[in-house]
């Protein structure tokens, strides 16, 4: 299996023996430029015209999006699928979210010209038949689209990757290659493989890796075509505009994962993601909240990743207070279903972590495990389908203690923990 959220999610405050188990394992001022044709993309925080006649979004299920998330390769299992799709009718989940395109990999046979130049597709699933078994099931498509982080078009279009000071296309410590996010056929080879998927039956378009590196020397990088002056944070709030106009107007949901830690910090952390302008453009925002990926000492807890109905209610909870007032997004967050750290996850922790966000008011969420190997006892079955109402985010509800977990009451605009130094902080 090549895809691995834990890598992605590896907060630059991360303990050396997270990133050692995630190796082995294997989320002002405007600088406004018009829009070319080729080169740098445009940075705008200008309207575009509502599309007219554009379709009607699909139904989401009244009950919250509950989804798993799926590789290219469980989709295309004869046996595995099955036995997911199963598990989803078995429980209280009625989504899934399944690779699309992930470290540029493309998993089903598209038209999109770029992904077949660039030697991107590998046919690991017939995108025809899994959609059709999945409306036959009432389960929710979602495709997920990691975008900056793209080996085969780097190495197809080098013009078109990160560099380095001296000019070679980037990898970072694991690895990976990087796209440039100031280039607008980046923008353009993404969304293209958005509406793609929504033109093949999926509903949801989800963008992850939707930011700048974050791993590596990122002081050295290159960005060929970046305005003098120009921020991360408004490059990335417009391509998610630019995404979400195109996408809403072929009848697609638009959702984005970021890091857990985004709702915490004031700035971008170096990546792009400032939750004020990250929040602006997608309908659903999934911050990757697992308690194993917080710091020692994170919110004042001694080991965040023991204390799973706290860890969320906390970040979560530090999420809804900084949704703006009259936003459409809503919050669609991950949590995990995996051992990490030398802690175990079960039945009784993963339902903590549903616990939390239910108390939060908040019904829709996405499980990760790498290996796609969920804890059905932690799920309610499959009658449990009541429809639910998030809060609006004007009338967030403070954090309160629960039977399970405990959790105090986190007072609003507290922000959360003491700073740590381990903390992100932006090169």
């Known amino acids: 299996m090549k895809s691995n959220r834990l890598s992605?999610?590896?907060?630059?405050?991360?303990?050396?023996?997270?990133?050692?188990?995630?190796?082995?394992?294997?989320?002002?001022?405007?600088?406004?430029?018009?829009?070319?044709?080729?080169?740098?993309?445009?940075?705008?925080?200008?309207?575009?015209?509502?599309?007219?006649?554009?379709?009607?979004?699909?139904?989401?299920?009244?009950?919250?999006?509950?989804?798993?998330?799926?590789?290219?390769w469980s989709a295309g299992s004869k046996k595995r699928f099955p036995q997911l799709v199963a598990l989803v009718d078995r429980t209280e989940l009625n989504a899934m979210v399944i690779d699309v395109k992930d470290d540029g990999e493309v998993y089903y046979d598209m038209d999109v010209p770029l992904a077949v130049e660039s030697k991107a597709l590998n046919h690991a699933f017939?995108?025809?038949?899994?959609?059709?078994?999945?409306?036959?099931?009432h389960i929710f498509p979602i495709a997920r689209i990691a975008c900056m982080r793209d080996k085969p078009l780097?190495?197809?279009?080098?013009?078109?990757?990160?560099?380095?000071?001296?000019?070679?296309?980037?990898?970072?410590?694991s690895g990976h290659y990087w796209l440039n996010p100031y280039k607008k056929e980046v923008w353009d080879y993404n969304v293209d493989i958005a509406l793609d998927a929504l033109k093949h039956g999926f509903k949801d378009i989800q963008f992850d890796y939707v930011r700048f590196p974050s791993e590596g020397k990122l002081n050295s990088l290159r960005y060929d075509g970046?305005?003098?002056?120009?921020?991360?944070?408004?490059?990335?709030?417009?391509?998610?505009?630019y995404a979400a106009d195109k996408i809403h107007a072929q009848g697609g949901w638009f959702s984005a994962d970021v890091f857990g830690l985004t709702s915490m910090v004031k700035n971008d952390e170096g990546i792009g993601q400032k939750f004020e302008k990250i929040v602006k453009n997608p309908d659903y925002l999934c911050p990757m909240v697992y308690p194993s990926h917080y710091a020692f000492g994170e919110y004042h807890m001694k080991?965040?990743?023991?204390?799973?109905?706290?860890?969320?209610?906390?970040?979560?909870?530090?999420?809804?207070?900084?949704?703006?007032?009259?936003?459409?997004?809503?919050?669609?967050?991950w949590i995990q279903d995996f051992n990490l750290?030398?802690?175990?996850?079960?039945?009784?922790?993963?339902?903590?972590?549903?616990?939390?966000?239910?108390?939060?008011?908040?019904?829709?969420?996405?499980?990760?495990?790498?290996?796609?190997?969920?804890?059905?006892?932690?799920?309610?079955?499959?009658?449990?389908?009541?429809?639910?109402?998030?809060?609006?985010?004007?009338?967030?509800?403070?954090?309160?203690?629960?039977?399970?977990?405990?959790?105090?009451?986190h007072s609003p605009g507290s922000g959360g923990a003491a700073p740590h130094p381990k903390r992100v902080v932006k090169p």
């Open 126 to 137: 017939k995108v025809e038949p899994v959609i059709a078994t999945l409306n036959e099931h």
């Open 341 to 409: 750290r030398g802690v175990k996850y079960g039945p009784a922790e993963v339902r903590a972590e549903i616990k939390a966000l239910e108390d939060l008011h908040i019904y829709d969420f996405l499980i990760w495990n790498a290996g796609n190997h969920y804890t059905e006892a932690a799920l309610n079955k499959g009658e449990d389908k009541t429809p639910r109402t998030q809060p609006t985010p004007t009338a967030v509800p403070t954090a309160t203690p629960s039977a399970t977990g405990g959790a105090p009451t």
């Open 8 to 72: 992605r999610a590896n907060y630059r405050f991360a303990l050396p023996t997270l990133l050692l188990l995630l190796t082995q394992s294997g989320c002002h001022k405007q600088n406004v430029v018009a829009p070319p044709t080729t080169g740098p993309a445009p940075v705008t925080t200008a309207a575009p015209p509502k599309p007219v006649g554009s379709p009607a979004l699909a139904p989401l299920p009244p009950e919250g999006v509950r989804g798993i998330y799926l590789t290219g």
């Open 154 to 173: 780097a190495l197809a279009h080098p013009e078109l990757a990160v560099h380095d000071a001296n000019g070679k296309v980037w990898r970072d410590h």
């Open 303 to 333: 080991d965040p990743n023991k204390e799973p109905y706290k860890t969320i209610t906390l970040s979560v909870g530090d999420a809804q207070r900084r949704l703006p007032a009259g936003t459409k997004c809503r919050l669609r967050p």
């Open 226 to 241: 970046k305005p003098e002056g120009a921020k991360r944070e408004d490059q990335i709030e417009a391509f998610m505009k």
